[in-house]
């Protein structure tokens, strides 16, 4: 059974500060991973998404990378805004089965003015 | 861009009652998808739709639950006999077909009473 967890839980920093949020997954046969932004009592907001064959991708000040074999993603925010303040979920689309995601708990980010 | 919307956004309701859930999905995307997240916790997987087929169903879609999507557009989510434990957040998503990514509603949060 696939599970996804999400490190840290929580992360509090300064503003401009740039930050790493780590994420990991046990079965390595995806066929994408996904990055999404929930703010508090809301849906998710879609970041990225990455294709098992993709190593990384940006969007503005984001970058996701995907180490597959190892069984890693990591997202890079740089130069963090009390904007990004949210909660960040990874999700893995596992190959075979159900089209479901399969999600971490989530990493709850504070960026402090 | 119309993106994806969920009817009612809110629903306080006793135990035992029914209720039911609307989803809209972006119109050109042929898969939808329904997930519940509890606080604290990422997105679980329920079930999913290409087009009218309700294709897989998890485990966790006890037999008070049932979806439809009798057209292939929008889709229903029904929770018969309601206990506390369905407390939570239900969010609907949708997209282009396999593979492709998921884009999120707001969802509808479910409060039992």
């Known amino acids: 059974k696939q599970e996804v967890t999400q490190i840290p839980a929580a992360l509090s920093v300064p503003e401009g500060e740039n930050l790493v949020l780590n994420c990991s997954f046990t079965?390595?046969?995806?066929?994408?991973l996904q990055w999404f932004r929930q703010d508090p009592g809301k849906g998710l907001t879609s970041l990225l998404l990455?294709?098992?064959?993709?190593r990384e991708q940006t969007s503005g000040r984001l970058n996701a990378s995907l180490d597959k074999s190892s069984g890693r993603s990591t997202l890079y925010i740089a130069a963090s805004q009390p904007g990004d303040s949210a909660t960040y979920l990874c999700?893995?689309?596992?190959?075979?089965?159900?089209?479901?995601?399969?999600f971490g708990k989530g990493t709850h980010l504070i960026i402090q003015p | 861009d119309t993106g994806v919307s969920q009817d009612p956004r809110h629903k306080i309701t006793k135990r035992g009652q029914n209720v039911t859930f609307r989803c809209d999905p972006i119109?050109?995307?042929?898969?939808l998808y329904w997930y519940r997240q509890t606080l604290g916790q990422g997105p679980e997987f329920l079930t999913y739709?290409?087009?009218?087929?309700?294709?897989?169903k998890s485990r966790l879609l006890s037999d008070r639950f049932s979806a439809e999507r009798p057209k292939g557009s929008f889709s229903t989510l029904e929770i018969q006999r309601t206990e506390q434990g369905d407390s939570a957040m239900y969010l609907c998503?949708?997209?282009?077909?396999?593979?492709?990514?998921?884009?999120f509603g707001p969802g509808t949060r479910l409060t039992v009473t």
């Open positions: 119109s050109e995307h042929n898969r």
């Open positions: 739709f290409q087009n009218e087929a309700q294709l897989e």
């Open positions: 998503a949708s997209s282009h077909g396999s593979g492709y990514e998921q884009y």
């Open positions: 079965d390595s046969a995806i066929y994408n």
């Open positions: 999700a893995v689309r596992p190959k075979g089965g159900a089209d479901g995601l399969t």
């Open positions: 990455i294709q098992s064959s993709q």
